[in-house]
């Protein structure tokens, strides 16, 4: 392992499918709120990445109201998120190789409460040095304060020349511009390509193509 490359990993998107979990889970949500959402599947998966929160207000929910849907939400999630959760094709080959040349962490907008069990689940857990979940920080992606607050938590300070974050969405990649890292953008999630490419110059299949280029970099 080299200790002077850092390697930050988003989770939905970039490691796992979680997409069952989420889309289901907020459908029971409405149901349980009673909200006669007129939206579709695709409208919950283009925003996943985003805070709870951000996400129902943005599918018609009130701001008002929005922290009771995100109850309905976890009430459910907790019990269904490591069955309906699934690696993505090559993720564990990527965290292993990613592990075996640089020092790893988490940086995600799920809650960590249930991230942590779920990384569990996986058998991913062992491999990565810190888990910044959504109750870590009080701003989130885009915002530089996950990443920075990791780098912290691994004892890291900025600036640092060989930091990456690999991600699926724009939120990842603005993250790490916010944060004067590097990035890599990955296609096995939820943002398209031509997205992608707007905010970072490297864009991979998935995440283990993303640490095989970063293999043959620091070789």
Do not use: Q
Not at 7 to 25: P, Q
Not at 30 to 51: Q, T
Not at 53 to 66: A, P, Q
């Amino acid at each position: 392992m080299n200790n002077d490359v850092i390697i930050l990993f988003d989770l939905d998107g970039t490691l796992i499918d979680s997409t069952e979990a989420i889309v289901s889970t907020f459908y029971h949500s409405f149901e349980v709120m009673d909200y006669d959402f007129k939206g579709s599947d695709e409208d919950i998966k283009n925003l996943i990445g985003y805070p709870l929160n951000v996400m129902y207000k943005e599918l018609g929910i009130e701001e008002s109201k929005t922290w009771d849907f995100v109850d309905a939400y976890k009430n459910r999630y907790k019990d269904i998120s490591t069955i309906k959760t699934k690696l993505l094709e090559n993720a564990i080959e990527a965290v292993k190789l990613a592990s075996s040349i640089a020092r790893i962490s988490i940086v995600t907008t799920k809650t960590r409460k249930y991230t942590i069990p779920l990384l569990e689940h996986l058998e991913l857990m062992p491999h990565f040095e810190i888990v910044t979940g959504y109750e870590c920080v009080e701003n989130h992606k885009p915002h530089p304060e996950p990443i920075l607050k990791t780098l912290k938590d691994m004892n890291i300070l900025t600036p640092y020349e060989d930091i990456w974050m690999i991600g699926d969405t724009k939120l990842d990649l603005i993250a790490a511009k916010n944060a004067n890292i590097k990035s890599i953008g990955v296609l096995c999630g939820y943002g398209d390509e031509k997205e992608l490419f707007e905010h970072t110059e490297i864009v991979k299949k998935d995440a283990f193509e993303a640490i095989k280029y970063l293999e043959k970099l620091y070789s």
